[in-house]
């Protein structure tokens, strides 16, 4: 019996986490719950899987869920902090990171060093600061299982193998819904579009970094730190059925991949059950349904969010923290319809240019160079907007 916190319990993946353990109640035990605003769902939640304790973040929610939990024996606590203190709790075993963004890295950090074994969603936790978290993970002898499907998939086809050094892995990507747009074209593309993800449902924010190809950006730097990689070693390459998953290849050449639908629960079950396959009802995969499957090479001068996560990551130290926290301010500002597709590209580059380089930043680095990264974001958005309700 694995006993589970999530971060996130509310969103894409957070509520697929719980179609998991409701699934496999010999299994997993709920001991945590968190949402930021959706007090609503969180109740709900809580209700359905009597956990030990739930979080809402946003403070002024804090009465609306105590009150509508009370008859139960369930504890109730708000804020950011709370986040960090539920992950240490006695009871829980393993911590599922499924909430979105930088917001994900403190109380990352903080279940590591209570010795928690890591389910990682959060890829932005690995982005910001990758080095900070698998030196830890090392140092507390924690295991961090990737639930994000690519590297769920390259972890897959490392059972077995792990004295056998990889020569480099092949991440994936469907191209999103803008695949083969010119430059002209996404100048146009709406909020709407970008919405609309061909292959996969998901939160809002990589939805949007799906369409601009900076969510394949992020999981690059993201396995480069999962799997100990040298830069060079990772590739990637458009396959816009999502049927492979990601693949390995080896130094004898052989090449293993992952294959199954479009499908996330399949990715965190494995990362939950961890070293188990529980049995599953998801959708089979059949050839017949797929009598093509493709493969083309990214186009990195039209997206060029993925060049750039590539630059970032050669230049290393906290480039890769700016271009995350310049993705987030931009991304949002897209969301707001306050710049347009193309300008998110611009915001993150001149973030890149402008904001101090730290080779080895320290945790309070990265906290600054967040800190000042959204500021600068900030001021390339327009004033009007600026002002405009957010
Ligand atoms: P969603 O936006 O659907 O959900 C985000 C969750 O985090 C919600 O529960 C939200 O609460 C909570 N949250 C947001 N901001 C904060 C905050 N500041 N403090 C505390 N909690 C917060 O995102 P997804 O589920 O799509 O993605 C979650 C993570 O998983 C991301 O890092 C993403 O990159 C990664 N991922 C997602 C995949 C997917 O298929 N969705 C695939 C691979 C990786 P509330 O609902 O109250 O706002
Ligand atoms: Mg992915």
């Known amino acids: 019996m694995k006993r589970i916190a999530i971060l996130g319990s509310t969103g894409s993946i957070g509520t697929q986490a719980l179609d998991v353990i409701r699934a496999n109640p010999d299994s997993f035990e709920l001991e945590v719950l968190t949402a ?109 299982y990737p639930v994000d499907s690519e590297h769920s998939a390259i972890f897959q086809c490392l059972a077995g193998e792990f004295h056998n050094p990889i020569e480099k892995v092949i991440l994936t990507a469907s191209g999103g819904p803008f695949r083969g747009r010119s430059t002209a074209e996404l100048a146009q593309v709406t909020k709407a579009q970008a919405l609309k993800h061909p292959n996969w449902d998901m939160g809002a924010k990589i939805t949007i970094d799906s369409a601009s190809l900076m969510n394949k950006g992020l999981e690059v730097i993201e396995a480069k730190w999962l799997f100990g990689l040298r830069n060079e070693q990772i590739e990637v390459v458009v396959h816009p059925q999502s049927i ?65 996560a590539f630059d970032a990551m050669e230049k290393g130290g906290n480039m890769p923290c700016i271009l995350n926290a310049a993705n987030e301010v931009a991304v949002s500002a897209f969301l707001h319809d306050e710049v347009g597709f193309l300008q998110m590209s611009d915001i993150i580059e001149s973030c890149m240019a402008k904001v101090a380089y730290i080779a080895n930043p320290s945790y309070e680095d990265y906290i600054e160079t967040d800190r000042e990264t959204r500021v600068r974001a900030a001021e390339f958005i327009s004033p009007a907007a600026k002002t405009s309700d957010r």
Not at 276 to 292: A, E, T
């Open 244 to 308: 492979i998953h990601s693949l390995v290849q080896f130094e004898d050449g052989s090449i293993k991949a992952q294959l199954g639908l479009p499908d996330m629960k399949l990715p965190i079950q494995y990362a939950l059950g961890y070293p188990q396959r529980l049995k599953s009802d998801f959708p089979r995969f059949s050839f017949m349904d797929y009598p093509q499957l493709t493969f083309e090479q990214p186009d990195l001068k039209t997206f060029r969010n993925l060049q750039i």
């Open 36 to 144: 930021h605003s959706n007090a609503d769902l969180l109740v709900q939640q809580a209700l359905a899987f009597k956990p030990n304790a739930v979080v809402i973040a946003r403070e002024d929610l804090y009465e609306q869920v105590r009150d509508a939990l009370q008859q139960e024996d369930i504890k109730v606590y708000a804020g950011a902090n709370a986040l960090d203190a539920v992950v240490e709790m006695g009871t829980v075993d393993m911590v599922l990171t499924a909430m979105v963004g930088y917001a994900g890295l403190q109380p990352t950090i903080r279940a590591i060093k209570a010795g928690k074994q890591i389910a990682l969603a959060n890829k932005e936790t690995l982005v910001v600061a990758g080095q900070l978290i698998t030196g830890l993970a090392k140092e507390y002898g924690v295991n961090i």
